[in-house]
């Protein structure tokens, strides 16, 4: 597609569910991120996708956090047993190389833990 | 983290002025980007910097990488109502992972 799409726009979850955010980066895009961003802050890096490879997922808090992008294109964020804590947006961007250009961002999911 | 300090944390100004706003960091960046958000949507790249001293515009839009290689500023000249947002500075050592800034919130009074 022309640009980064996610699904979906908006998530609200009951403390304890799992979710599962999904992202569909530029079509030929090598690299996929995820992002976490907090209200009123700066995006926080979670994850790095080179094709199917997680080559970075320092950024992920905890091991409720689970990342995967199984056939190179199409990435699934899963959170289990979610918390009020996870209340944020997600943001993914994809890049050509990775390199040099920045990346492009999706509109992003805002997830509501209540 | 690394600790990306930007400032202002907002500003009010009039339509046709110019604005400053810049970026610091603990830590030494390769690379510098300027991103613009408006509510519900992604960051948007305005400029990219790669090397300490590069200045680079942008329509109205100038950011320098400053020689440190710690900060980077960004100016918009003649600002209009459609520059509001919030503005982003990400630092990066490599380009697999930014340190983004808290952001800039703008806006401008007709």
């Known amino acids: 597609g022309a640009g980064v799409s996610q699904s979906p726009r908006y998530k609200v979850a009951k403390r304890g569910q799992d979710v599962a955010l999904r992202c569909d980066p530029i079509s030929g895009h090598v690299s996929l991120f995820w992002y976490q961003q907090a209200l009123g802050q700066g995006p926080e890096f979670l994850t790095y996708?080179?094709?199917?490879?997680?080559?970075?997922k320092s950024g992920l808090p905890s091991d409720r956090f689970f990342a995967e992008r199984p056939e190179g294109s199409v990435s699934t964020l899963k959170i289990q047993r979610t918390q009020q804590e996870d209340s944020a947006v997600y943001l993914c961007?994809?890049?050509?190389?990775?390199?040099?250009?920045?990346?492009?961002f999706g509109s992003g999911t805002r997830l509501t833990v209540v | 983290g690394q600790q990306l300090n930007q400032s202002p944390q907002s500003m009010f100004i009039q339509e046709g002025e110019d604005v400053s706003m810049n970026c610091t960091s603990s830590s030494i960046f390769n690379t510098w980007l300027w991103y613009k958000q408006e509510p519900g949507e992604g960051p948007v790249l305005l400029i990219a910097?790669?090397?300490?001293?590069e200045l680079t515009s942008n329509g109205r839009l100038t950011a320098q990488f400053g020689i440190t290689r710690k900060d980077s500023f960004l100016n918009i000249s003649a600002s209009i109502p459609s520059d509001v947002g919030i503005y982003f500075c990400?630092?990066?050592?490599?380009?697999?992972?930014?340190?983004f800034g808290s952001g800039t919130k703008l806006n401008v009074k007709p």
């Open positions: 910097l790669y090397k300490a001293g």
């Open positions: 990400a630092g990066a050592y490599n380009f697999n992972k930014f340190y």
């Open positions: 961007a994809s890049s050509y190389t990775g390199q040099g250009s920045g990346y492009t």
């Open positions: 996708f080179q094709n199917e490879a997680q080559l970075d």
